[in-house]
């Protein structure tokens, strides 16, 4: 399982995701599930992936071909295409086609090898923008009324985001947020793990502001959630019935 | 969808219910999902349901009949079960049987008319227990590491509870953590919704010892819903990241 969230706020854009891969309980592994496209100052694109690992490395890979490519135009390279919403479209037409070959390959049920991804970025004159893209390639893009969104083992971790996130939220409180959305969820479902991989893109920066590795012992997360959980139940035992 | 929460604390059982049912969006009915079994100071055995409405509104009416008939023994009414281990046996029983039924004469895949009940009593000379019956009829019991079961729509609420239960906690800090769980999932998913029914049965009376119902205008769960919104939220603000 994965959880993955990104929240678009006015200031710029909090990506955070888990690192744990499983195939069953007894093959757990550490995979890292945030890429960046980048050419500082013209534009840069995160992605967060959940899913079939199989389908979300050969995705990145085929995505990472095409920047390569020399032939490569703005239909099929992410750092070409003219907006954030071509490179949405691209990210899911390779999405999609990866994953219908490795369910024919495999002769798996559609359902069996499938994905989702988060797409954040900006290019140099457009607008910073935030989009989940479905397994069959369509995508919804967050707005000022939902300026999150989430994959993967998304329950968990909504509530505390419900209530304390908007687009005039601080990057600061957007990080704090995310992670103990994800501290949430880590505490009820044990396939969703650490470390962390934690990262801002501010506004008009067309870069990664921050990025930053969480390890299990690191001492800051430890005490945040911490806090949370003393902070939670002291309010608790204060409510009135 | 449906949540149902019962919690098993030292001094008694916390049983809360949603009591919305819906075919589709556009079809949406209220139906009360806890039901009582109760020989005042004899026994007491409280049921939740959730899941398709035709298989447990049919199970419910079998129990009834099975209470009422004159030829029923311990192995067939509830009222007459010898432990509430054979209490959740014959509830398990009836449940899978009428599923299996349904789902027969129906022409649906077996997932499609499914349900799950929570069983939670105790009869006099017993000990107070608490069960979740599987569709299939099997069960699993609450224990003092985990003192609650759910079913239904249960991620959202989960977090809460996982931070306040244990089986030290007075029933009124349980009412409190069951309607805030409930809180939770009715902001997050809107086909569980109002009027709530909230019962507490104290360990060893045999009896429901209070029953509410609780409207969509309640002045004290408002204003408990409200009060938790803003302890959050200062919570989060005073949060160190």
Not at 226 to 240: G, I, Y
Request: glycine share 6%; net charge negative; with cysteine.
């Amino acid at each position: 399982m994965t959880y993955c969230v990104a929240l678009k706020l006015n200031d710029g854009l909090v990506l955070l995701s888990d690192t744990r891969t499983n195939a069953g309980l007894d093959n757990i592994a550490t995979y890292r599930k945030m890429f960046f496209f980048e050419e500082p100052g013209e534009r840069v694109i995160g992605i967060l992936t959940a899913g079939s690992l199989s389908v979300t490395q050969t995705t990145i890979a085929r995505l990472q071909e095409a920047v390569d490519s020399p032939d490569s135009d703005g239909t099929t390279s992410i750092m070409k295409a003219e907006t954030m919403l071509g490179v949405a479209d691209i990210i899911g037409d390779v999405l999609s086609r990866t994953r219908r070959e490795i369910a024919a390959h495999s002769e798996l049920q559609q359902g069996q090898a499938t994905a989702s991804m988060i797409v954040a970025g900006q290019r140099a004159g457009g607008d910073m923008r935030l989009f989940l893209v479905y397994p069959e390639g369509n995508h919804i893009e967050a707005t000022d009324d939902t300026p999150y969104l989430q994959i993967g083992e998304h329950k968990y971790g909504k509530p505390i985001l419900d209530r304390v996130v908007t687009p005039e939220t601080s990057l600061e409180d957007a990080q704090k947020a995310a992670l103990l959305s994800m501290d949430s969820t880590m505490k009820s479902n044990l396939s969703v793990g650490m470390p962390l991989d934690l990262a801002v893109i501010e506004t008009d920066a067309c870069r990664v502001s921050t990025k930053r590795r969480i390890m299990k012992d690191d001492p800051q997360f430890s005490e945040m959630s911490h806090a949370w959980s003393e902070a939670l139940r002291d309010a608790f035992v204060k409510m009135p019935i």
